[in-house]
């Protein structure tokens, strides 16, 4: 617990006060922390995008849900659609799950747009605390809710949870090793995964929707427990090796006057360099951006209009379906760091894009045969956007100077929520088009 406490020493002072070197570890330590370290951004990547996916997964339970009569703390798994237009061959909600969407990343939003002008003067262990309890409330307001405006206001608390999380633990890998970056990036694709494929086995074998979420109260903790207890206190950056060879190969988005200087030194930033660091970070915010507005908008405004009658699934169930199958393409390519990076992620989002726009020609003409091949393209599409986002941070982390590296991380986490929110927005109104078509 000393190199815990020594963490929390450290990184609570938000006026960058330094507390006085401790001596070289020895190799066998030095891997030992590595390891903690690795972990324990896997697991804050896991437990800090949970509620988010989970929140995305329920989302067409949340707004076509029904209260069993008599027992108004139970919820049908697959309920009857009684708000559904009968009307219209896409077996509409009344309203588009793309409201769920908003709910769940419009606060996010806000919090990654406000967190570069003054976050970083509030320590990081409330902030940990605060997404915490807001994570675990999420979970027991939506259980418990009466209607779906209740329940949205449960999805607010998730995003609040998971936006603040990330601009935090994104932040703070710029006290680690790079190698962090790959480990986080790892556990938001396993939450994904995890999330996504628990929501659908929990439902599938029969538990409600309430109970599904209730058992889920232990993914909180968990944040918590690798915050506090796992972790190891963060050490100087000196990057060698590979790492080093790597970086000396590129050309930095922002040439350093002083490349000595230490990452929690990017707090004394003033608003001249933070702006100058961000235009810098336009290469990569804006593809990142359109990534994640064309597989958002897929998710959220076209799941649900992908039905298809001729199948044993019913239509809850393909949507949880659809929603797993993308998260595990996520999961895949957040992982493959290792294996395979991309400098050129604009690429990524003109392949992201052409997806949207031949899904969109199908929901509207109904041409693909099959149920599994909208399953291999969501599959795909999940690849794509895990590929876009770990890449990304990890040119970020490679090419920015040290003294940049915390406010750069925070701020371009803002590229997923700006595509998220835009998706959202413009899905709403074309779910409401196409539902009122014969």
Known sequence: ???????????????????????????????????????????????????????????????????????????????????????????????????????DILPTLVIKLLAPLGLHLLPYSPRVLVSGICSAGSFI???????????????????????????????LTAFYPRAVISWWSSGTGGAGLLGALSYLGLTQAGLSPQHTLL????????????YFFLLTSPEPQDPGGEEEAETSARQPLINSEAPE?????????????????????????????????????????????????????THAQQYRWYQMLYQ?????????????????????ALLQCFNLAFLLVDVWLSFLPSIYLVFLIILYEGLLGGAAYVNTFHNIALETSDEHREFAMAAACISDTLGISLSGLLALPLHDFLCHLS
């Open 261 to 313: 200087a230490k990452p929690d030194s990017s707090s004394n930033l003033s608003l001249q360099e933070r702006w100058t660091v961000f235009k810098g970070l336009l290469w990569y915010i804006v593809p990142l951006v359109l990534v994640y507005f064309a597989e958002y908008f897929i998710n959220q405004g076209l799941f649900e209009l992908l039905f298809f009658r001729n199948t044993s699934l």
């Open 328 to 348: 595990a393409g996520v999961f895949v390519s957040r992982s493959s760091l290792r294996c395979c990076r991309i400098r050129f992620t604009w690429v990524l």
């Open 215 to 226: 058992s889920m109260l232990g993914i909180p903790a968990l944040l918590l427990a690798s």
């Open 141 to 171: 307001l939506v259980a418990f809710s009466h209607s779906v405006g209740t329940s949205l206001c449960g999805v607010v608390l998730a995003s609040i949870s998971s936006g603040l999380g990330e601009v935090t633990f994104l932040s």
């Open 1 to 103: 617990m000393g190199g815990c406490a020594g963490s929390r020493r450290r990184l609570l002072d938000s006026e960058g006060e330094e507390t006085a070197p401790e001596p070289r570890p020895r190799l066998l330590d030095r891997q030992g922390a590595l390891w903690k370290n690795a972990m324990g951004f896997w697991l804050l990547g896991l437990c800090n995008n949970f509620s988010y996916v989970v929140m995305l997964s329920a989302a067409h339970d949340i707004l076509s849900h029904q209260r069993a009569s008599g027992n108004q703390s139970h919820v049908d798994p697959d309920p009857a659609p009684t708000t559904h237009n009968s009307s219209s061959r896409f077996d509409c909600n009344s309203v588009s799950t793309a409201a769920v969407l908003l709910a």
